[in-house]
């Protein structure tokens, strides 16, 4: 049973446009949420985070957009860059309970057309 | 230099051997975690430690188990490889507080044959 789902495994978008990558939760204990960018052969590298008593964060470029109604977050970047191009992942963590690590969706690869 | 290192980086074996992989960070972090990432899966937890004295199950901890050496230092273990082990496997840490951001290491690639 899959909590988090990012339903597009991959997205090509073209340089200087939005990108929008999207996430889906399915438990509401999760209470914060978190974008991974990935390149191959690396490690995950934190990108931006959201906690569930807000509705949006931004960092530069990168914007997350959190709906708790819908549990469905976004990750908008604008312009897109080459440097862009990565996989990205949505994670999340649930509250209470004494549990912790993250709960990891499929992963988006992101293809920026030059 | 990196914070959280890996070691071996990539390792092949057979089946019915025991491998340990390694892990190392110098962020001074108390939390660290074991992942395994599966071609077309997400990451997915594997054992936790909340500091040297404190070991938690994760999702999917069978077949492996873990030592907290230190408290920069968390080890896996597989004690029997089997095949379906071969996968991406991340350590990761985190300082224990409010954040809840997981800092990783460049992974090892595992294969089992």
């Known amino acids: 049973d899959q909590q988090v789902k990012q339903n597009s495994p991959s997205l090509s978008v073209q340089e200087g446009r939005i990108s929008i990558l999207n996430c889906d939760y399915t438990n509401s204990m999760f209470d914060y949420f978190l974008w991974y960018k990935k390149y191959p052969a690396e490690g995950p590298t934190f990108l931006i985070s959201i906690s569930s008593i807000k509705d949006k964060n931004e960092d530069g470029r990168f914007t997350v957009f959190l709906n708790k109604s819908a549990k469905h977050l976004s990750l908008h970047i604008v312009p897109s860059q080459p440097g862009d191009s990565a996989v990205y992942f949505c994670a999340a963590r649930r509250s209470g309970g004494g549990a912790d690590g993250l709960t990891f969706g499929k992963g988006t690869h992101l293809i920026i057309q030059p | 230099d990196a914070d959280v290192t890996q070691t071996p980086r990539n390792r092949i074996t057979k089946t019915g051997k025991r491998i340990m992989l390694e892990c190392s960070q110098t962020?001074?972090?108390?939390?660290m975690y074991w992942y395994r990432q599966d071609p077309g899966l997400g990451l997915r937890l594997i054992y936790y430690s909340f500091d040297v004295k404190d070991i938690n199950k994760g999702e999917i901890s069978d077949g492996y188990s873990v030592s907290r050496q230190a408290q920069a230092k968390f080890s896996l273990s597989l004690e029997s490889a089997i095949p379906n082990q071969t996968a991406l496997y991340f350590c990761?840490?985190?300082?224990?507080?409010?954040?809840?951001?997981?800092?990783f290491g460049p992974g090892t690639r595992l294969t089992v044959l």
């Open positions: 962020k001074g972090h108390d939390r």
């Open positions: 990761a840490t985190r300082p224990s507080g409010s954040t809840d951001t997981q800092y």
